[in-house]
């Protein structure tokens, strides 16, 4: 019902209306809309909408409908005398413009219909130039199998063939299928290249990428390296290795995360160190120095403790001597009271 509403109304539209921008008719919108249109498309049709109508780019119906891979749109405007081989104003054709969205099923179905296939482009590139650009091998095949191709006549305005832009774009397989139907592989372009030598540039950029990759690569390596081995010299663990000789011993244990001297690295067992791939001599080597460092953190506390004794008992002598010498000190005191005392006496000069 909302259909022919739609329908219905359509009767008193002014149908061949284009809009401001894009200078698009409405079969034009209906061909971009796709397969919900179809019955709105068949209308405009029908009320005679010029279906070789150009937009501002010079793009028919059919043009619209080959970018958008709307078959049944393509097969409409076929059955309604649309020209299959319009151009727009860059001289593109409707399968151009399908190649150039990567729509096959669009580009098949217009080959099928006899669509020209030795039209070009502004830039005299031909169908099988934008195929290469593209990477279309099935449709490059297909269109070869019609025989409808001049490959006589298809060098683009700097006289490349497909067979050359086949090679800039570094696809072999395509080369061969061009080659396969007889394409002058001695054709050079405005660069003096043959298609060969451009897939020689090819593989000799491809020599000097891996090897600046390789290259890349070992510098990128020694980088890592060296950070590795700084971070590996700078540990707790490293400092305790070199100061007992056993430099050799630093990356087993700095692979194995032991980075300070702690508890889990003092008192590791002989098990740990076997996993850690040393021998008999390094592992009595590494407990002798444990030893030895235990040796010297005790002289150490010795010497600590000594010196603390020494200390206490340093203090002690300050202590008694200060109380000698305050009683001293109060002794000569009292004798200067008293004798100044008896003094005033024998003077007379004391009084009660």
Known sequence: MKRTSTIERANNVNIFLKDKKEKENALMKCMATGNDMINVSKLLIEKKINVNEKNK???????????????????LLLKNNADINAVDYANNTPLMCSIRRNKEESALLLIEN?????IKDKDMNSILHICAKEHLSNISQYILGTHKFNIN????KENNTPLHIAAKENIKSLCNLYLKYNFDESIKNNNNETYSDILKKHEENAILKEKEK?????????RKRKNYEHAMLKTDVSNFLKAYNLETLIPHFYKHNYIYVDRAFLEIHDSSLKKMSLNKEERNRFFNALEQYYA????????????????????RRTRKLKYVSYIVSFIFTSLFIYSLIISLIKRGRLFF
């Not at 709307?70 to 097969?75: A, Q, S, V």
């Not at 006899?114 to 030795?118: E, F, Q, Y």
């Not at 006549?153 to 683009?156: E, L, N, V």
């Open 153 to 156: 006549d298809c060098m683009d």
């Open 114 to 118: 006899n669509a020209d296939v030795n």
């Open 214 to 222: 390789k290259k890349n690569y070992e510098e990128k390596e020694i």
């Open 296 to 315: 010297e953190i005790e002289e150490q506390q010795n010497e600590r403790n000594l010196a603390n004794q020494q200390m206490l008992d340093e203090q």
């Open 57 to 75: 780019n010079g793009k028919t119906s059919l043009h619209i409908a080959s970018e958008h891979n709307y078959l049944k749109g393509i097969e």
